[in-house]
């Protein structure tokens, strides 16, 4: 069984978003094995913007998990921590991403990867350049940190550094 090294990106702007961010990856086993979380960013709204503000993050984990089956898991898990159906871009208990998977390239249906507006989210882009900034992006060839450095990151702070563990 072959390990493969994935990027996750979370969110989450309704109740407690600190303790929702925690136990999404305290949850994440046995199927992903945690290697890197980067510091949690407080975010604004995109799009539909009558909401409250974001807190995001994203780790690097390992996997034996398929694409398809991780997926799966992932959305399982949204619903077990009581993500309810919802607008597009819209209010969220939990939101967990797939953002790349090794330095795979996928486009079906019902999955794509890497993530598709991920060079243009700052949200996700600040905290992975934090713990990958050399990893290049497979389709667009350029680092995590060259892609932030054309993104706009307005409004995009370090959550309060006293409240992370």
């Known amino acids: 069984m072959t ?11 309704l109740g407690d978003r600190l303790a929702n961010l925690k136990t999404a990856i305290n949850n994440l086993t046995p199927q992903l094995n945690v ?8 975010t604004p709204p995109i799009g539909y913007t009558d909401q409250p503000e974001f807190l995001n993050q994203v780790i690097k984990a390992e996997t034996y998990e398929k694409p398809e ?3 799966a898991h992932l959305k399982r898990l949204e619903i077990v921590l009581g993500r309810q159906p919802g607008i597009p871009n ?16 996928l ?15 700052g949200f996700v882009l600040m905290p992975l350049n934090e713990i990958a900034s050399d990893l290049v992006h497979p ?4 680092t995590i940190s060259q892609l932030l450095s054309r ?5 995009i702070r370090l959550y309060g550094t006293d409240s992370i563990e």
């Open 3 to 13: 390990d493969h090294i994935v990027y996750l990106g979370l969110g989450s702007n």
């Open 35 to 42: 290697l890197a979380q980067s510091s949690i960013y407080e």
């Open 69 to 71: 089956a991780l997926l």
């Open 90 to 105: 819209g209010p969220r208990l939990i939101d967990i991403d797939i953002l790349f998977y090794d330095d795979l390239v």
């Open 107 to 121: 486009n079906t249906p019902a999955l794509v990867i890497p993530h598709p507006r991920l060079a243009e989210r």
């Open 139 to 142: 389709t667009l060839q350029v």
């Open 151 to 155: 993104c706009d990151t307005t409004g």
